[in-house]
Every structure is written in structure tokens, then in C-alpha cells.
């Protein structure tokens, strides 16, 4: 099962690229806070249990279901029920995957437009001398800008498509190979800053103090679903990633790897934002306006705080360009692979989708701000919780159960290539312990449970 198409230069680029997709603005924001809330250390170590038990094995899950499947996850999984004999159905499994990555891109690109846009805002020194009520009222004043939010979100998904419409090698490969070094030299560059001016012990002391009172059954849940996201998985992305990897690349020593350094980078933004907002007396439970609105006010009170501002935005937004590739490849692979249209024209295609989609969502945080669809929600939430709380978990249970229960055992083993007892292991795995798992959390994050 195999066509002409291109494949990623060696088994470094993709695990480049794979890191670049998983490491995202949920590394750098959602992480940290939710380690802060959940109780600290005890939390991590569930988080690792989660991306241990469930993470690392629906990775293995994607990348192989891609690698055996050369196609994009439509025609993917179209082609892997055809060997497997059963249902042409789990194609559908593609196609929700597609259109996830679409309705994703589409607020994901809006929030890394705010990153730009305080890439320039550190850079002009508009942080110097900032207190909580202007730091709070200039992120105020702009969300209430629909036209300077368009502008941002219109130049990321320029951005976005532009790096996709080059193609595999010219395109992904190269942006990650520049971008993906860069984050992880600047995030050592921040440590190090933050390690002499900020407040390092408070940063550790709230990250990894165990307060085992904390783990609760939803910090269980939240820590799995958040190693859902965090890993991409359940989307395609993976897969199609997946699909451009070489046959002789280890599938399990790659994905655990990528697991780890997505970990890691969470951990050592996390350290790094929280000593500064230590040192400087800061709120550190604060979400989403933690980097928007806490962090601005201690860059703009300390020594060289302009150059380390710009740093650490260019860092998110590196982190945010490299995961927001991965979610309209599927898309884009897939209108290349079956239409006469050239990847550039596909990349136009499903830019401007995104780019309407977005206007949306720019439009839900000012002058729509009133229009509620799916569970009463805003058109920002309604994309957000559609697509991070049933589609994703939904995609990830079905290629779990594909892989578990339909495929045959000898073309899952050929293609994971491992001893057979870490292959009972994963198998037992993929087929008990992540469907329940991924159930569990569906069921938690829909109110059910
Ligand atoms: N993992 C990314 C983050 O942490 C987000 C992301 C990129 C994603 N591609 C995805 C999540 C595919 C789910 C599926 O920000």
C-alpha cells in the first residue's frame, strides 16, 4: 500500500514537526495554570501517568494507522478498513478529523494573532512601567478592536497556509527545522533569565509541591483530557504526519520522545513564568490572562524586561505557528490527493475558510459578542468546546478501536516493530484501557460525570 508522495528527510524532521504540533499554546498557558490548581507536583505525576498510559500508546496508534495508510487520514482510514475488511465507514473518522483541524484553526489563529500582536507591543516598550489596571485595560481595549484583531489573525493565517501551500519538505519540514530550535534556545535563554531575576523557589515550590488533597477525580480527568490535547492526538494530525514517516523509523522510541519533550516544555515554561510572576507578587492562577495581562506587568518592572518580553512572545508564537501547520495539513493533503487542484490553490482554499471562520470568532469578543450558539455558548467557546471536548475524544476512541479490534494483529505488529511483549502491552492498551479512559473523560468534559 503504497503511492509516490513525499516523506519527511529523516526521522529527526519528524519528530521536529510532531514536537512542533504538540507543543502549543496549551504548553505554555494551560498547563502551567492547571499544575497550579490541581496541586502542584501530585498533578504532574498524574499528568505523566496519563501521557505514560494513554498518551504515549494513542501516539504510537496514530503514527502507525498514517505510516501504514501512506494517504491522508480520509483516504487513510478508507484504504486500512479496505485491508482490514471491514466498513468503508471509518472514513468518516478522517473527515471529522479534517474538519476538527479546520474549526480549530480558525480560533486558534485568532488567539496567536493576540501573541503578535504583543510581540510588538513588548517590543515598543508598552510593558515599561505597566500596573494591573492598564496592563488589564489595553488587553481590554484591544479585544474590543474587531479590526486590529482581523489584521493579526489575517497575517497568522497567511502565515499558517503560506508554510503549507510549500509542501512537505519545503514547507513543514523547513519551517519546523528553523522554528523548533529556536523555541527550545529561547525557552533556555528565558530560564536562565528568569533562574537570576525571578523568584525561583517560589516557581518550584508551587509547581512541584505535592498536595495530594488536590487530586480529585476531576484533576484526574483534566490531567488525561489535557494529555489528549497537549499530545495533538485524536484529530489526524498525527496521523497524516504519520503518513510521511519512512518505514525503517521506530514508531514507539519516536513517540515517546515526542511525548517527553511536550512534557518538558510545559514544565520548564511553567518554572519560568512563575518565578517571575512570584518575584513579583503577581496573581498565578489567572488562566488565559496570565500571559496577556499578569505577565506584561512583571516584564515591564524588571532589568532587560523589553528584550525578554519580545523573547518570550516570539517563543508562543513560534510554539503556536508550528502546531497550527499541523491542523489544516490533513485538509490540505487531502484536497491535493484528490482534486486537480495544487497544494498551493488547496492551501488558498481552506486559508480562507479558516480566514471566514475567524472573522467569527474575532467579531464573538466585540461587536457579537452577544450571539450564543451550541450550549449557550459564544461562537469562541462553541468552537473551542465542540471541537477539544467531543471531537477530538471521539476521533481518538475510533482509531483506538480500529486499531484494537479490527486491524489484523500481524499488520499492527509488522508496522510497530516491537518485542511482543511491549506489543501485548500496547495492545491491551489500545483496546481496554484508552477507549475507557477517553469514555471517562468524554463523559466528564460533556457534564455527564
Ligand atoms: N497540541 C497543541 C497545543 O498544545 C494544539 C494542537 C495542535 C492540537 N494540533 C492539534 C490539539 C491537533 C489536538 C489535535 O497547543
Not at 24 to 40: A, H, R
Not at 120 to 139: L, Q
Request: glycine residues 10%; hydrophobic residues 55%; neutral net charge.
Amino acid at each position: 500500500m503504497s503511492q509516490a508522495r513525499s516523506h519527511w528527510s529523516n526521522r529527526w524532521t519528524f519528530m521536529l514537526a510532531t514536537a512542533g504540533s504538540a507543543i502549543g499554546l496549551g504548553n505554555i498557558w494551560k498547563f502551567p495554570y492547571m499544575t497550579g490548581v490541581n496541586g502542584g507536583s501530585a498533578f504532574v505525576l498524574v499528568f505523566l501517568a496519563c501521557i505514560a498510559m494513554v498518551g504515549i500508546p494513542l501516539m504510537m496508534c496514530e503514527i502507525m494507522l498514517g505510516r501504514r495508510a501512506q494517504r491522508n487520514p480520509i483516504d487513510g482510514m478508507h484504504a486500512l478498513a479496505q485491508e482490514a475488511g471491514s466498513s468503508r465507514h471509518w472514513k468518516w473518522v478522517g473527515v471529522m478529523g479534517l474538519v476538527a483541524g479546520i474549526l480549530i484553526l480558525a480560533f486558534y489563529s485568532v488567539i496567536a494573532g493576540w501573541i503578535l500582536h504583543y510581540v510588538v507591543e513588548a517590543a515598543r516598550g508598552s510593558f515599561i512601567g505597566m500596573d494591573g489596571e492598564r496592563s488589564a485595560s489595553a488587553f481590554q481595549q484591544f479585544l474590543a478592536s474587531p479590526l486590529e484583531l482581523a489584521v493579526w489573525h489575517t497575517i497568522f493565517i497567511g502565515m499558517t497556509l503560506g508554510v503549507v501551500a510549500r509542501g512537505v519538505n519545503a514547507g513543514l519540514e523547513q519551517a519546523n527545522k528553523i522554528l523548533m530550535p529556536s523555541l527550545f534556545a529561547i525557552l533556555l535563554v528565558l530560564l536562565g533569565y528568569s533562574m537570576s531575576v525571578g523568584d525561583f523557589q517560589a516557581a518550584l515550590h508551587f509547581m512541584f509541591t505535592p498536595d495530594f488533597s488536590k487530586v480529585t477525580p476531576t484533576a484526574v480527568l483534566s490531567a488525561l483530557g489535557h494529555a489528549f490535547f497537549s499530545l495533538s492526538l485524536g484529530m489526524g494530525a498525527v496521523m497524516v504526519y504519520g503518513s510521511y514517516l519512512q518505514r525503517h523509523v521506530s514508531i514507539a522510541r519516536t513517540s515517546i520522545y515526542i511525548a517527553l519533550a511536550d512534557t518538558l516544555v510545559g514544565l520548564l515554561v511553567g518554572i519560568a513564568i512563575f518565578a517571575l510572576v512570584f518575584a513579583n507578587h503577581l496573581e498565578p492562577g489567572a488562566g488565559p490572562g496570565l500571559i496577556f495581562q499578569t505577565l506584561p506587568i512583571a516584564f515591564g518592572r524588571m532589568p532587560m524586561g523589553t528584550v525578554m518580553g519580545v523573547l518570550f512572545f516570539v517563543l508562543v508564537a513560534f510554539a503556536a505557528w508550528t502546531s497550527a501547520i499541523s491542523l489544516v495539513e490533513p485538509a490540505v493533503a487531502w484536497i491535493t490527493e484528490n482534486s486537480r487542484l495544487t497544494r498551493k490553490q488547496s492551501a488558498w482554499l481552506i486559508g480562507i475558510a479558516d480566514w471566514l471562520l475567524g472573522i467569527a470568532v474575532v467579531l464573538s469578543f466585540n461587536l457579537w459578542q452577544d450571539i450564543r450558539l451550541l450550549f449557550g455558548l459564544g461562537i469562541f467557546d462553541t468552537l473551542d468546546k465542540l471541537t477539544t471536548t467531543i471531537m477530538l475524544p471521539l476521533g481518538g476512541l475510533c482509531m483506538a478501536v480500529f486499531a484494537g479490534w479490527y486491524m489484523k494483529t500481524s499488520h499492527v505488529a509488522e508496522e510497530l516493530d516491537i518485542s511482543p511483549l511491549a506489543y501485548r502491552a500496547w495492545r491491551f492498551t489500545i483496546r481496554y484501557i484508552s477507549p475507557l479512559a477517553i469514555v471517562a473523560i468524554f463523559l466528564y468534559l460533556t457534564g455527564l460525570l
